[in-house]
């Protein structure tokens, strides 16, 4: 009798499993045909894959490259045939037909070791055909075959269950039950006390994750799940924080720097408004009062504005393979005319061969010209600004370096960050709205560069920015990391994740504009 139940309960596990590999490889195939949806769209740009003569886009095939494919038969653990052509969807069925294209077939078997417990089944194949695109609709057809699975070793396993269960049954059936009812139960209790603690905002609340047997290993993975999930929620809820923390401050800030001009303006307005508006000479000084305090409020507006974009990502680079000199040059001749009014000697070091480099001109004019700002208003008369650039193997090297008043060791740690212009007070620092750097770090961010700071007080600053050869093949590096070495600071990131590592267009609204050093 127990062998007859035991083949019947082998029976019914291997259909169940059957139906449940059948299930398992009708939304793998789903996964590989999102997956390829998304490569053969990304590469037509809204073209159509099938011509009106049946012919294939030669653009499916770039994006049905070996490669590709090999990476669909990975998500799929299988071999992968995809076919494209035109579809023939049945409304009553609801079924898709698909006729494909001359050259429109694509396959590729899949041939890792199988993992431990793993078995290529041959019985394990499913296809099925969709209808897509937009405004050009096409087919596609997608088969899987000799997929990867653990039926034969579940089958195996429980298999040796019941013949293990068939010998001791008798004796220790009570024993094996309270045995399993812990061990399904435990794990069960620690999920639950988990995910209680969680809800009470305890984050750090985690699940110790045990070994998985066989029978378990469900659970096991419900558990690394759980614990994923918990990690993702205190990460998101600590960006959260920060971002709340950085939002205050900011805040604060702004609204620091708007109180003094608009102090100012209250109090020019209020001394027209008595007997000094009668006086032709005083109503004329404060008017120059007045309109100096609105161009420092539109400058602040604008260096605001520009800094939030590119925090937000609303500003794309136009990466093009221009000669970074073009951009160089231009920047410093509009910087000229501040640099003769001030005395000081701006000198340009440029090399006779062209610096070719993937970047956004405007951006790095602005870069450049912040820096050059800062540097021109931070040296006496009779000083010099020297702007140079050179070729690197891996990119090039901008510097400007001027004979000012230099940084003192303490401040550069924060001469990036936004409204910091320093603890030394004076003229060249006040004007300013202590934007400049961070909007000059912000975009070499975005180019995937770094900053060095050489500097000695009373002596002069040296800035050199370094630019990768092309920012889109630059990898992440460690997020803003910023040393002091005696009388010298390096500031490097990696660039930021949003779209600004994307070749398109700068918006044409984006002033550019520069603004004094920090400190």
């Known amino acids: 009798m127990l062998a007859l139940v035991s083949a019947v309960v082998i029976n019914r596990l291997d259909d169940f499993t059957h139906d449940q590999l059948h299930a398992d490889l009708v939304v793998r195939a789903g996964t590989v045909h999102s997956v390829a949806t998304q490569m053969i769209e990304h590469d037509l740009q809204g073209q159509a894959a099938v011509a009106p003569d049946g012919s294939l886009n030669p653009k499916v095939a770039t994006a049905l490259s070996p490669d590709g494919l090999a990476s669909l038969a990975q998500i799929a653990q299988a071999d992968v045939t995809i076919a494209v052509g035109t579809a023939k969807p049945d409304v009553v069925s609801g079924i898709t037909a698909i006729t494909p294209a001359e050259d429109g077939i694509f396959s590729a078997r899949f041939a890792e070791q199988p993992a431990t417990g793993q078995a290529r089944d041959a019985d394990a194949s499913v296809q099925q055909a969709w209808e897509v695109g937009s405004a050009h609709r096409y087919g596609i057809g997608v088969a ?3 997929a990867y699975t653990f039926r034969a070793s579940t089958l195996a396993q429980a298999t040796t269950l019941l013949v293990v269960l068939a010998i001791v049954a008798l004796g220790l059936a009570v024993i094996v039950a309270a045995v399993l009812a812990r061990r399904f139960t ?5 999920l639950t006390d988990a995910a209680r603690a969680l809800s009470e905002g305890d984050l750090s609340r985690r699940v110790e994750l045990a070994p998985a047997g066989p029978g378990s290993s469900e ?3 419900l558990a690394g799940q759980f614990n994923t999930m918990a990690d993702r929620l205190e990460q998101t809820v600590a960006i959260m924080r920060r971002d709340r923390d950085r939002s205050r401050d900011f805040l604060a800030d702004v609204s620091h720097e708007l109180r003094t001009p608009i102090a100012a303006l209250r ?3 209020e001394l027209l408004q008595e007997r000094a508006g009668d006086d032709p000479d005083a109503r004329r000084e ?7 305090q609105v161009g420092r409020l539109d400058w602040l507006a604008q260096n605001l504005l520009e800094l939030s974009k590119l925090d937000s990502g609303l500003v794309l680079i136009d990466l093009r393979p221009d000669d970074l000199r073009a951009a160089v040059e231009s920047a410093v001749e509009q910087a000229e005319p501040s640099a003769e009014r001030r005395g000081v000697s701006l000198v340009t070091d440029m090399p006779a061969v062209p610096v070719r480099v993937r970047h956004d ?12 700002g800062n540097a021109v208003k931070f040296t006496p008369p009779g000083g010099r600004v020297t702007v140079g650039l050179r070729p690197r193997a891996d990119g090039a090297e901008l510097l400007v370096a001027d004979t000012g008043v230099g940084i003192d060791t303490s ?4 001469i990036f960050e936004r409204f910091y212009r320093g603890s030394r007070e004076n003229e060249a620092r006040s004007s300013g709205s202590g934007l400049g750097l961070a909007i000059v770090k912000s975009i070499v961010d975005m180019h995937g560069g770094r900053i060095e700071v050489d500097t000695r007080v009373g002596e002069g600053t040296t800035f050199r920015v370094i630019l990768p050869a092309d920012p ?4 992440d590096r460690t997020d803003d990391v910023e040393s002091v070495d005696g009388a010298a600071a390096v500031a490097s990131a990696r660039p930021r994740a949003a779209a600004p590592l994307l070749p398109r267009a700068a918006p044409a609204d984006v002033a550019n504009s520069s603004s004094p050093r920090a400190p």
């Not at 435990?186 to 620690?190: A, D, E, L, V």
């Not at 404060?286 to 100096?292: H, I, Q």
């Not at 001109?361 to 050059?372: H, S």
């Open 144 to 146: 899987l075959a000799g």
């Open 186 to 190: 435990t794990p069960i209790r620690q």
């Open 219 to 221: 659970i096991a993975e």
């Open 267 to 269: 109090t020019f307005v």
């Open 286 to 292: 404060f008017l120059d009062a007045s309109a100096a």
């Open 361 to 372: 001109p405007q951006r790095i004019g602005q870069v450049v010209a912040n820096l050059v």
């Open 411 to 414: 401040e550069l740690p924060h």
């Open 472 to 475: 889109r093949a630059v990898e």
